[in-house]
């Protein structure tokens, strides 16, 4: 008798314990579902019935529930969940909107229809509304280089494409400043900001603005004379992959940090999972790094329209490097203005990121890593595949605008897929890292 009450007690003040973990409640139910064993039973003839038993796997779950809502959720934003998910709901919104800025910006330089408007104005301004507005328009544009070198006897017709393609693109982009404004000066007025979020929020903020004074200096300068008669006008293709970068930051930014808004800890239901995670994120790094250096190679090869240079492959022509890579001076102008080098440096380096995010997958086979993470990896070697595809066609078809927009929406997408295997992959809180058992358990 002094046995079963001795058990009996024990379970009460487990069950009590665990009422109150974290410094949140949890409820009656989940409570009664841990502990409603057959033994728990006899002593406690309330429980409800069930066949529910007691293991590790389900305490450290509802431990770290409570660890999240103390120093995951709150850590970011105020609010509780509702605020959280709306948070994550705008956040990831404004990353889209920045993937279709991209994409539409590739689709304007493949259309050449980047240096169809000749100013620039901070509100943006109307568009032509009268035969007369387009004529002005298409008057200045005749000023211009691009214009008299490569356009030269174009129709007022073709010239209204390129000039939509290119509004639409700008106030595309003062679009999404409005709609990223709106809802955080909301937000910042209901407190649901915290000073870590907010400080994250207004840096994005202030690179968004920049991005858009980038994207006039890179269109300045193709609104210049080229140096030398027989060359086509173009924008600085230092300036386009300042252009690309700094999109790639922003969304980048925003990514990260919807996901964590709404995934404040990692997936983590045991250590070794934790450990396994760490040897994939010392790998998904460099990796991701890569990634990122062959998209802004692309930018150089689009910037030169080195992207015509050679439209075979493996080979470039009949040989597997061209005579004329190393013909500029100085040295290293090669890598960057060499129409040549630049398609040669593309190649490589997106030969090389195939390679890693092959050896990356078959490095982690045999860890024991969470599941979402495994399968993460195994569609990013999927989309390396399918963005190698995409780029040997797109070469071997002359660069069409479909497949170089498709082209250049699939660096975004493998970009993507880092950035969530690098977040999933994470080291999680030492307050969650201490609750979690050594292996995982499933009953």
Not at 233 to 253: D, N, W
Not at 299 to 310: E, I, P, Q, R
Request: some cysteine; glycine content about 8%; hydrophobic content about 45%.
């Amino acid at each position: 008798m002094f046995r079963s009450r001795a058990v009996a007690l024990f379970v009460k003040n487990n069950a009590k314990a665990l009422y109150n973990v974290g410094g949140s409640r949890v409820s009656n139910d989940a409570t009664f579902r841990l502990f409603s064993t057959g033994l728990a039973r006899k002593c406690f003839p309330s429980f409800p019935k069930g066949n529910y038993v007691v293991s590790i796997r389900n305490m450290s779950t509802v431990a770290s529930v409570g660890i999240k809502d103390k120093e995951g959720l709150k850590f970011l934003v105020n609010g509780g969940p509702r605020a959280q998910k709306m948070i994550g709901i705008w956040l990831f919104g404004s990353a889209a909107w920045v993937f279709s800025m991209v994409i539409l910006g590739g689709a304007t330089r493949l259309t050449r229809s980047g240096l169809s408007m000749t100013d620039w104005k901070f509100t943006g301004g109307l568009p032509p509304l009268s035969d007369e507005d387009w004529l002005v328009e298409f008057e200045k544009y005749k000023r211009s280089p691009e214009y008299k070198r490569v356009n030269k006897g174009m129709s007022i017709d073709d010239f209204k494409f390129i000039y939509w393609m290119e509004y639409a693109h700008r106030m595309w982009g003062r679009a999404l400043g409005i709609m990223f404004v709106l809802p955080f000066s909301y937000f910042l007025r209901k407190g649901c900001i915290t000073l870590q979020l907010g400080l994250r929020i207004s840096t994005l903020l202030a690179l968004g603005a920049g991005q858009g004074l980038i994207g006039w200096w890179m269109v300045k300068s193709g609104l210049e004379e080229p140096a030398s008669e027989y060359a086509q006008p173009r924008v600085s293709p230092y300036r386009l992959a300042a252009h690309l970068t700094s999109a790639f930051a922003i969304y980048c930014g925003l990514l990260w940090t919807g996901l964590s808004v709404v995934m404040p800890e990692p997936p983590a239901e045991s250590v070794a999972w934790v450990h396994s995670a760490a040897k994939v994120r010392r790998l998904a790094l460099p990796v991701s790094l890569l990634v990122g250096v062959t998209a802004v190679s692309g930018a150089f090869v689009a910037g030169n329209d080195a992207g015509h240079a050679y439209n075979t492959f493996p080979k470039m022509g009949d040989r597997w490097i061209p005579e004329e890579v190393f013909d500029m001076e100085p040295l290293i102008r090669n890598f960057f203005e060499n129409t040549s080098t630049v398609q040669l440096d593309h190649r490589i380096l997106a030969t090389a990121t195939v390679l890693s995010i092959v050896a990356l997958w078959l490095s982690t086979r045999k860890l024991d890593i969470h599941p979402a993470v495994r399968s993460l990896i195994g569609t990013t070697v999927g989309m390396a595949g399918l963005q190698v595809t995409l780029g040997i066609s797109t070469l071997l078809s002359y660069v069409p605008v479909e497949l170089g927009t498709a082209h250049q929406a699939g660096a975004l997408t493998l970009f993507t897929l880092m950035i969530l295997l690098n977040h999933i992959v994470r080291r999680p809180s030492p307050s969650l890292l201490k609750s979690l058992p050594q292996v995982a358990k499933t009953i």
